[in-house]
């Protein structure tokens, strides 16, 4: 998709900004102090990725030492083999063991404003212990053993962090499913996963409003079936069902939970995760993430790429959900091993007011801030004056992910937010990556807007062409990573040939990783965006077929081609093509009513920006939708045709036969 970043665009960007003068000092001495000890310690990585990935393991706690660093027969890695670990110990009991109980951990903001002011939790280590260990002791009371796997659904609250923590202590693998999905998709999810138990929340707070999560889990255990524990965290106070036998409220059986639940010792290769995602065809698949390779990788990404530093007044922020693998990543399992608080909020960036995120970096002193490209391109429409309103001089370092970040929003968030005096790190990396993959190093690269610039340790990129050949520079291609890392995902739960074909199959010996990208003279890569039917919704990852199966599972609909188009805000919006069954006339109220069945089917970030209505879909000989098509006429280009009437998509599709 990615229409924002064009090859145009990459050869005519010629501003470059090295690491501002003062950044060592403000954040208290980099880790990587420039570009050639980047380039020395990138060869050595690649040279030696046992000697490196070995060192970067030691800086955590393992029960039992590895046998081997890496094992590698593609498409199996297995990392750390044989070395037993916990990562919940990692990030917590690690933390008070070492004298550092009282330190902070979790700094809490909830959405909505009381007349005292917002809600506020700061959690210590040695409190975040005691919650983690009542909540996994509520879990093994409630019949969770190791190995069974835990849904979460919850809102952006503490208890969040603290099931998920829970999981990993007793070494339950979660599936954390974001909030904003619907019943059908949980019912999806839990199935896929055979999960008996789900954490929730009676309901969420998002820009003022209620979200009911407890319903939706109703809805989507009767849905799914097997579903026998259900915890229910109180958040909003709303009325919910509670059905006996099933369902527990958090504050009645948590609560009163012993506050000591040792550290069940994982193997390396055990799973830590499930995390659903969107891909080219099908249900979202889920993406699955073992112990001690994506425990070492996250928090060593997490510490370099923000340059962490338990020693300074650091207060670190990313603004994803947890839901979503940043938050996964970012929020919680990269960032509590390295002693450095972690920030949550609950809501909208724009309630009460479009300043909410910039009042809370006054606020909280936030010195690392990581969000999305869509985030900043809304904040850029909303205007200056909220972000003028605050200090923001506790900024060193602003991170951008999800999406290619297009030059205008780069050059706004690095002058407006970040006063031109904090690097920005444009992380380019997925759900099945685990962490960051390409990515600016604070102290180190040299950074040129729109540009996730150079691959991170142990990371060998590559744009290459189908037979895996390997691209010169100025010439577009397909992203791929010739090696393993320890973060990399280790399968598609229950799904082994999908595994294999979706990312070891399409360039032979290789990860693919669905991206197209272009690399610069500098060695430099431009994300060009997905070069399969996945698009980028506001950094949210969705599969155009997933749309399609939801508005043909309406009955005025036959069939259904969606297709990315640019969008200002959202990168890219959501464009349906739709034919109707005969007794169906097109209509704005059917459009709603579309809209509306797809939010229900998915959730409300799949619903379609745009619905046309046309009388056939544009095929091949062959019978394949052209696509290409559909994306030039949804992103209004020109198509040598006049696009006001789309009543016959056929006659442009004879124009363009054989192009596609
Ligand atoms: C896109 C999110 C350009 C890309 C961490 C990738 C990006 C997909 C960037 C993964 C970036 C992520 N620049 N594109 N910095 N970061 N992407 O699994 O298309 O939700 O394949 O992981 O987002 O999305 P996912």
Same mark, same amino acid.
């Given at each position: 998709?990615?229409?924002?970043?064009?090859?145009?665009?990459? *050869?005519?960007?010629?501003?470059?900004?090295?690491?501002?003068?003062?950044?060592?000092?403000?954040?208290?001495?980099?880790?990587?102090?420039?570009?050639?000890?980047?380039?020395?310690?990138?060869?050595?990585?690649?040279?030696?990725?046992?000697?490196?990935?070995?060192?970067?393991?030691?800086?955590?706690?393992?029960?039992?030492?590895?046998?081997?660093?890496?094992?590698?027969?593609?498409?199996?890695?297995?990392?750390?083999?044989?070395?037993?670990?916990?990562?919940?110990?990692?990030?917590?009991?690690?933390?008070?063991?070492?004298?550092? $109980?009282?330190?902070?951990?979790?700094?809490?903001?909830?959405?909505?404003?009381?007349?005292?002011?917002?809600?506020?939790?700061?959690?210590?280590?040695?409190?975040?212990?005691?919650?983690?260990?009542?909540?996994?002791?509520?879990?093994?009371?409630?019949?969770?053993?190791?190995?069974?796997?835990?849904?979460?659904?919850?809102?952006?609250?503490?208890?969040?962090?603290?099931?998920?923590?829970?999981?990993?202590?007793?070494?339950?693998?979660?599936?954390?499913?974001?909030?904003?999905?619907?019943?059908?998709?949980?019912?999806?999810?839990?199935?896929?996963?055979?999960?008996?138990?789900?954490?929730?929340?009676?309901?969420?707070?998002?820009?003022?409003?209620?979200?009911?999560?407890?319903?939706?889990?109703?809805?989507?255990?009767?849905?799914?079936?097997?579903?026998?524990?259900?915890?229910?965290?109180?958040?909003?106070?709303?009325?919910?069902?509670?059905?006996?036998?099933?369902?527990?409220?958090?504050?009645?059986?948590?609560?009163?939970?012993?506050?000591?639940?040792?550290?069940?010792?994982?193997?390396?290769?055990?799973?830590?995760?499930?995390?659903?995602?969107?891909?080219?065809?099908?249900?979202?698949?889920?993406?699955?993430?073992?112990?001690?390779?994506?425990?070492?990788?996250?928090?060593?990404?997490?510490?370099?790429?923000?340059?962490?530093?338990?020693?300074?007044?650091?207060?670190?922020?990313?603004?994803?959900?947890?839901?979503?693998?940043?938050?996964?990543?970012?929020?919680?399992?990269?960032?509590?091993?390295?002693?450095?608080?972690?920030?949550?909020?609950?809501?909208?960036?724009?309630?009460?007011?479009?300043?909410?995120?910039?009042?809370?970096?006054?606020?909280?002193?936030?010195?690392?801030?990581?969000?999305?490209?869509?985030?900043?391109?809304?904040?850029?429409?909303? $205007?200056?004056?909220?972000?003028?309103?605050?200090?923001?001089?506790?900024?060193?370092?602003?991170?951008?992910?999800?999406?290619?970040?297009?030059?205008?929003?780069?050059?706004?968030?690095?002058?407006?937010? $970040?006063?031109?005096?904090?690097?920005?790190?444009?992380?380019?990396?997925?759900?099945?990556?685990?962490?960051?993959?390409?990515?600016?190093?604070?102290?180190?690269?040299?950074?040129?807007? #729109?540009?996730?610039?150079?691959?991170?340790?142990?990371?060998?990129?590559?744009?290459?062409?189908?037979?895996?050949?390997?691209?010169?520079?100025?010439?577009?291609?397909?992203?791929?990573?010739?090696?393993?890392?320890?973060?990399?995902?280790?399968?598609?739960?229950?799904?082994?040939?999908?595994?294999?074909?979706?990312?070891?199959?399409?360039?032979?010996?290789?990860?693919?990783?669905?991206?197209?990208?272009?690399?610069?003279?500098? #060695?430099?890569?431009?994300?060009?965006?997905?070069?399969?039917?996945?698009?980028?919704?506001?950094?949210?990852?969705? $599969?155009?077929?997933?749309?399609?199966?939801?508005?043909?599972?309406?009955?005025?609909?036959?069939?259904?081609?969606?297709?990315?188009?640019?969008?200002?805000?959202?990168?890219?919006?959501?464009a349906a093509f739709v034919?109707?069954?005969?007794?169906?006339?097109p209509?704005?109220?059917?459009r709603?009513?579309?809209?509306?069945?797809?939010?229900?089917?998915?959730?409300?970030?799949?619903?379609?920006?745009v619905i046309r209505f046309t009388?056939?879909?544009?095929?091949?000989?062959?019978?394949?939708?052209?696509?290409?098509?559909l994306?030039?006429v949804a992103?209004?280009?020109?198509?040598?045709?006049?696009?006001?009437?789309l009543?016959?998509l056929?006659?442009?599709?004879? *124009?363009?036969?054989?192009?596609?």
């Amino acid at each position: 998709m990615a229409e924002r970043t064009s090859i145009d665009t990459i *050869l005519h960007e010629s501003r470059i900004f090295p690491p501002p003068a003062d950044f060592e000092q403000r954040i208290g001495g980099s880790y990587v102090t420039s570009l050639e000890a980047y380039r020395a310690m990138h060869r050595r990585s690649i040279e030696d990725p046992e000697g490196y990935w070995g060192e970067a393991a030691r800086a955590f706690h393992w029960f039992r030492p590895w046998d081997r660093v890496l094992e590698w027969s593609l498409p199996d890695a297995k990392w750390f083999a044989g070395g037993r670990t916990n990562l919940c110990f990692n990030c917590v009991d690690r933390q008070v063991q070492g004298g550092h $109980g009282e330190a902070p951990a979790l700094i809490w903001e909830g959405e909505p404003a009381s007349p005292s002011g917002y809600e506020i939790r700061r959690l210590t280590y040695a409190e975040l212990m005691r919650e983690v260990c009542r909540c996994a002791n509520a879990l093994k009371a409630m019949g969770v053993r190791r190995g069974d796997i835990v849904t979460i659904y919850m809102g952006m609250v503490p208890e969040l962090a603290v099931a998920v923590l829970a999981c990993a202590r007793i070494g339950a693998p979660h599936s954390v499913i974001f909030g904003g999905f619907s019943a059908q998709a949980i019912a999806d999810r839990v199935q896929d996963a055979q999960s008996r138990t789900i954490i929730t929340c009676d309901g969420a707070w998002r820009r003022g409003h209620l979200v009911p999560l407890k319903a939706n889990v109703d809805e989507g255990a009767a849905i799914a079936g097997g579903v026998t524990n259900v915890l229910v965290l109180r958040r909003c106070g709303n009325d919910v069902r509670m059905t006996p036998g099933r369902d527990r409220w958090w504050h009645e059986f948590v609560d009163d939970q012993p506050t000591d639940c040792p550290c069940e010792p994982m193997e390396s290769e055990d799973m830590l995760f499930l995390l659903y995602t969107s891909g080219s065809t099908g249900k979202p698949k889920g993406i699955m993430h073992t112990t001690g390779g994506y425990m070492v990788y996250t928090a060593h990404t997490a510490r370099t790429v923000f340059n962490l530093r338990p020693d300074r007044a650091q207060v670190f922020w990313c603004t994803a959900d947890v839901g979503w693998v940043t938050g996964h990543s970012y929020i919680i399992y990269g960032v509590l091993p390295n002693r450095v608080p972690t920030l949550m909020y609950e809501g909208a960036p724009n309630f009460p007011e479009p300043d909410r995120f910039w009042d809370i970096v006054e606020r909280h002193r936030v010195t690392q801030f990581y969000t999305a490209p869509t985030a900043i391109r809304a904040f850029m429409k909303w $205007g200056d004056a909220w972000p003028r309103k605050h200090d923001l001089s506790s900024l060193i370092v602003l991170g951008s992910v999800g999406e290619p970040i297009n030059p205008e929003a780069w050059m706004w968030y690095r002058e407006t937010i $970040g006063g031109g005096r904090c690097p920005i790190v444009d992380t380019w990396w997925q759900t099945e990556t685990g962490g960051h993959m390409i990515t600016p190093l604070p102290g180190a690269t040299p950074t040129v807007p #729109g540009s996730c610039t150079l691959p991170f340790f142990g990371v060998d990129a590559a744009i290459v062409d189908e037979s895996g050949a390997e691209l010169p520079h100025g010439k577009g291609g397909l992203l791929a990573i010739r090696r393993p890392w320890p973060g990399m995902l280790r399968g598609i739960h229950g799904d082994r040939e999908r595994f294999i074909q979706t990312y070891f199959s399409r360039i032979p010996g290789m990860y693919f990783a669905g991206d197209g990208a272009h690399r610069d003279e500098r #060695g430099y890569f431009w994300i060009l965006g997905r070069v399969d039917d996945v698009i980028n919704v506001s950094g949210h990852r969705l $599969g155009t077929m997933e749309v399609e199966s939801a508005l043909v599972s309406h009955p005025a609909v036959v069939e259904a081609a969606v297709v990315g188009m640019p969008h200002d805000i959202k990168g890219t919006g959501i464009a349906a093509f739709v034919t109707l069954e005969p007794h169906f006339a097109p209509s704005d109220d059917l459009r709603a009513d579309l809209a509306k069945h797809v939010a229900k089917e998915i959730g409300a970030i799949a619903k379609p920006d745009v619905i046309r209505f046309t009388d056939a879909l544009p095929k091949t000989r062959s019978g394949k939708i052209m696509r290409r098509l559909l994306r030039d006429v949804a992103a209004g280009a020109d198509t040598g045709q006049d696009m006001t009437t789309l009543e016959d998509l056929s006659v442009l599709a004879r *124009l363009r036969e054989g192009e596609e």
